[in-house]
């Protein structure tokens, strides 16, 4: 017979509501509100759910698993301790996998998100593979759909840093990230993104989508590995190869893209094929 697990009595401070990526955005204030009203008057009914953290940081030595609502209302009314369910190991995938099973049910998870709690989990060490957690957190999802959010995991792991807000990116956008990725285009994808770092989705999405139509209307050819959109120079020069109406754009970036070299390459390109 297996044993229930324990319930602890635990200080706030010391649960990090941030240790694993929440699948799900900040609480619904008005729900929220209605929560802390009966947590007030009724008391707390249900417990939240915790794991211990392999290492504590910043005082904090509790992850929060499931109850984000339920630990925000009783901080904002105030409360110290809060009980909560220890998660061992072996019950903890079990409660990572109602978590997302709860949430789906309430309101559906941006792909993004998916693809971010699957890295979280893994980062938490909860699971050995990204395939691994897809497959015990979504278990009903056909294999179709779980290859998608497996690719989509790979867009995280190459763009997620350079990306700003990227849970407003679409199932499409994100597909055809993925595809761009998955074919080698993940330096030439960085690049784009580096000069667009602090602006919004949709400058950045922008950026993206001429180089990623051009991408799709002449993939690279394996063998010869053209056409070249990418070069890096040891120097300190990238150099993108970039579609715009009626030809394609090169674009100078890095400490060496100053006038001068710029300069030079019209000489170079006036010395071949002469003047109009």
Same mark, same amino acid.
């Given at each position: 017979?297996?044993?229930?697990?324990?319930?602890?009595?635990?200080?706030?401070?010391?649960?990090?509501?941030?240790?694993?990526?929440?699948?799900?955005?900040?609480?619904?204030?008005?729900?929220?509100?209605?929560?802390?009203?009966?947590?007030?008057?009724?008391?707390?009914?249900?417990?939240?759910?915790?794991?211990?953290?392999?290492?504590?940081?910043?005082?904090?030595?509790?992850?929060?698993?499931?109850?984000?609502?339920?630990?925000?209302?009783?901080?904002?009314?105030?409360?110290?301790?809060?009980?909560?369910?220890?998660?061992?190991?072996?019950?903890?995938?079990?409660?990572?996998?109602?978590?997302?099973?709860?949430?789906?049910?309430?309101?559906?998870?941006?792909?993004?998100?998916?693809?971010?709690?699957?890295?979280?989990?893994?980062?938490?060490?909860?699971?050995? #593979? +990204?395939?691994? /957690?897809?497959?015990?957190?979504? $278990?009903?999802? =056909?294999? *179709?759909? !779980?290859? &998608?959010?497996?690719?989509?995991?790979?867009?995280?792991?190459?763009?997620?840093?350079?990306?700003?807000?990227?849970?407003?990116?679409?199932?499409?956008?994100?597909?055809?990230?993925?595809?761009?990725?998955?074919?080698?285009?993940?330096?030439?994808?960085?690049?784009?993104?580096?000069?667009?770092?602090?602006?919004?989705?949709?400058?950045?999405?922008?950026?993206? #989508? +001429?180089?990623? /139509?051009?991408?799709?209307?002449? $993939?690279?050819? =394996?063998? *010869?590995? !053209?056409? &070249?959109?990418?070069?890096?120079?040891?120097?300190?020069?990238?150099?993108?190869?970039?579609?715009?109406?009626?030809?394609?754009?090169?674009?100078?970036?890095?400490?060496?893209?100053?006038?001068?070299?710029?300069?030079?390459?019209?000489?170079?390109?006036?010395?071949?094929?002469?003047?109009?």
């Amino acid at each position: 017979m297996t044993s229930l697990p324990p319930v602890l009595l635990l200080t706030l401070a010391e649960i990090d509501p941030d240790a694993l990526l929440r699948d799900r955005g900040t609480p619904d204030p008005q729900a929220l509100a209605q929560l802390q009203h009966s947590i007030a008057t009724e008391g707390l009914r249900l417990p939240i759910e915790v794991w211990q953290l392999s290492t504590p940081q910043g005082g904090h030595r509790y992850g929060l698993i499931s109850g984000l609502r339920r630990l925000t209302a009783c901080r904002a009314l105030g409360w110290t301790t809060i009980p909560a369910v220890l998660r061992s190991p072996e019950t903890l995938t079990q409660a990572l996998t109602a978590m997302v099973t709860e949430n789906e049910i309430r309101e559906p998870v941006s792909p993004w998100d998916k693809a971010a709690l699957i890295l979280n989990t893994i980062a938490e060490g909860h699971f050995d #593979t +990204p395939d691994a /957690a897809i497959a015990t957190l979504f $278990p009903s999802l =056909p294999r *179709t759909s !779980r290859s &998608r959010i497996r690719n989509h995991v790979s867009v995280i792991e190459a763009l997620g840093p350079l990306l700003a807000t990227p849970h407003h990116l679409s199932i499409r956008q994100l597909d055809t990230l993925a595809a761009a990725v998955q074919s080698g285009h993940e330096e030439l994808l960085s690049a784009t993104l580096q000069p667009t770092l602090g602006q919004g989705v949709e400058s950045q999405w922008s950026a993206l #989508t +001429p180089v990623l /139509a051009d991408i799709l209307r002449h $993939p690279t050819n =394996p063998q *010869t590995r !053209r056409p &070249r959109r990418l070069l890096r120079l040891r120097q300190g020069l990238t150099i993108t190869r970039e579609a715009c109406p009626g030809g394609y754009t090169l674009r100078f970036t890095g400490a060496q893209a100053r006038s001068g070299l710029i300069d030079d390459v019209l000489d170079k390109v006036e010395m071949w094929f002469g003047r109009e």
